[in-house]
């Protein structure tokens, strides 16, 4: 059973607009959640991420905005840019330390930026 | 900068071979995790160890073992190479009791097996 899930695979959005990437999950016990940009032949790298004390938070072009009550988050990029154009995983975890400190990873959305 | 490293990024092993994917952190991370990614199911943890000579399993654990003799080195092996652990696979690693939880990736190995 998929705790965290992202339901659309792809997103294709126009420069200069906003990109909204959306992600759920299952698992009441998940209390920090995280994003993740994927270059195809790269590793991922971390973006942004937000605890589940804060329901919003910011650093330059992306926003991350939680809500717990439905257990939802999304990434907003903006104003969005072709170099944006990757695949993008929504990540959770239970805990910081020992057995606890794995990611959940979703399946990913890939978003495309027209120039 | 973290660097964790892969010891190859393409490698073509045959079916019932024994396979080490060898993986590489210098910041002095405990954490240390093997993911596979393919098409459609996203990152998949497949095992972790949170401390030297500590593994913990995933979500999917068969056909693999690891190993973690020292802190910066964590192995992942195919005991016996099946064609459906044909795959990318990803090496991550993070600090403990570090706020977020943040995974630092290498490269990724592409392992195909005929």
């Known amino acids: 059973d998929q705790q965290v899930k992202q339901n659309s695979p792809s997103l294709s959005v126009q420069e200069g607009r906003i990109s909204i990437l959306n992600c759920d999950y299952t698992?009441?016990?998940?209390?920090?959640f995280l994003w993740y940009k994927k270059y195809p032949a790269e590793g991922p790298t971390f973006l942004i991420s937000?605890?589940?004390?804060?329901d919003k938070n910011e650093d330059g072009r992306f926003t991350v905005f939680l809500n717990k009550s439905a257990k939802h988050l999304s990434l907003h990029i903006v104003p969005s840019q072709p170099g944006d154009s990757a695949v993008y995983f929504c990540a959770a975890s239970e805990g910081f330390t020992g057995a606890n400190s794995k990611l959940t990873f979703g399946k990913g959305i890939t978003l495309s930026v027209r120039p | 900068d973290v660097k964790v490293t892969q010891s190859s990024r393409y490698l073509v092993k045959r079916t019932g071979e024994k396979v080490f994917l060898e993986c590489v952190q210098d910041m002095d991370h405990e954490n240390m995790f093997w993911y596979r990614q393919d098409p459609g199911l996203g990152l998949r943890l497949i095992y972790f160890?949170?401390?030297?000579?500590?593994?913990e399993k995933g979500d999917i654990p068969e056909g693999y073992s690891v190993s973690r003799e020292k802190k910066e080195r964590f192995s992942l092996i195919l005991e016996s190479a099946s064609t459906n652990q044909t795959s990318m696979y990803l090496c991550?690693?993070?600090?403990?009791?570090?706020?977020?939880?943040?995974?630092?990736f290498g490269p990724g190995t592409r392992l195909t097996v005929t």
């Open positions: 937000i605890s589940s004390i804060k």
């Open positions: 160890s949170y401390d030297v000579k500590m593994k």
């Open positions: 698992n009441s016990m998940f209390d920090y």
């Open positions: 991550a690693s993070s600090f403990a009791g570090s706020q977020g939880d943040e995974q630092y």
